[in-house]
């Protein structure tokens, strides 16, 4: 009964995202890997193929993340405001089952678009003059990983600040996963006892999102190990999981109006 719940507020999600035509957001993949195959063109073949890819693999991460911050922060607060989360909640389903089932949803929603400008991306360097290698399958799947850490980190703030806040907070936790470790190495190479706990705390709580990251090793034709793929995929999905159970704390105590 709780998986089915789940699933079916999954799919709700899922549909809903949908009916916001969230997927024109995959047409302008299409377009900016086009226009960047012709801002290219001129250049030599080898320099053509790496800075296509890394346009590419780069647009990727990022439409996948206006889609996790814009649509994740005002998605419980928009059900909150219709009353439509009471409607739901008087039924047999628990608020933890959904905030999962909303979790789950959104993370759908991104394993089809990744998938669809997974297969653009692909398609494009296969038809360019460049390097097509499959070793950009690590790089893409990596980035969904990423995606749906941060559906984590939006679907937590949406229980417990505005859409606008959780959407701000979700950017911050973002960029600093991206530079958690200098914010770390900066500390420590200040000499202050202070600033090299503070900023190793800081390093420990932020998630560290330079793990997904292997996009300039890819282009440049570096293979990624079967080992960092495990890791990194252990790491999200514990992590992730970690974020949800705070975020279903969080929703169970809420007063709901």
């Not at 709700?12 to 997927?23: A, K, P, S």
């Not at 377009?31 to 346009?55: C, E, H, R, W, Y």
């Not at 159970?245 to 169970?252: K, L, P, Q, R, T």
Request: with cysteine; proline share 2%.
């Amino acid at each position: 009964m709780m998986l089915a719940n789940i699933g079916t507020l999954a799919t709700h999600t899922f549909l809903e995202t949908v009916r916001d035509r969230i997927f024109y957001l995959v047409a302008v993949f299409g377009f900016v890997m086009l226009v960047s195959t012709a801002v290219v063109s001129p250049l030599t073949i080898g320099a053509q193929g790496k800075i296509m890819s890394d346009v590419g693999l780069s647009a990727m991460s990022i439409f996948g993340l206006l889609v996790v911050v814009f649509v994740g922060s005002n998605m419980v607060r928009k059900e909150m405001d219709k009353g439509t989360v009471l409607t739901i909640l008087s039924k047999p389903v628990s608020r933890r089952q959904y905030l999962w089932g909303k979790f789950l949803g959104l993370s759908l929603t991104q394993v089809s678009m990744i998938a669809v400008m997974g297969v653009l991306f692909l398609l494009m360097t296969f038809l360019a003059p460049g390097d097509f290698s499959l070793r950009y399958l690590s790089a893409i799947y990596l980035t969904f990983l990423e995606m749906i850490l941060i559906t984590a980190v939006v679907v937590m703030f949406s229980t417990c600040v505005s859409p606008v806040l959780a959407a701000v907070f979700s950017l911050g936790v973002f960029i600093m996963g991206h530079l958690s470790e200098s914010i770390r190495d900066f500390g420590m190479m200040q000499g202050s006892e202070f600033q090299a706990q503070t900023t190793q705390i800081v390093y420990y709580i932020i998630p560290n999102l330079e793990i997904f990251n292997v996009r300039g090793a890819v282009v440049h034709g570096a293979p990624v190990s079967g080992e960092h793929l495990f890791f990194a995929t252990i790491y999200g999905l514990c992590y992730s999981s970690i974020l949800l159970i705070i975020g279903s704390s969080v929703f169970a105590k809420k007063e709901l109006r």
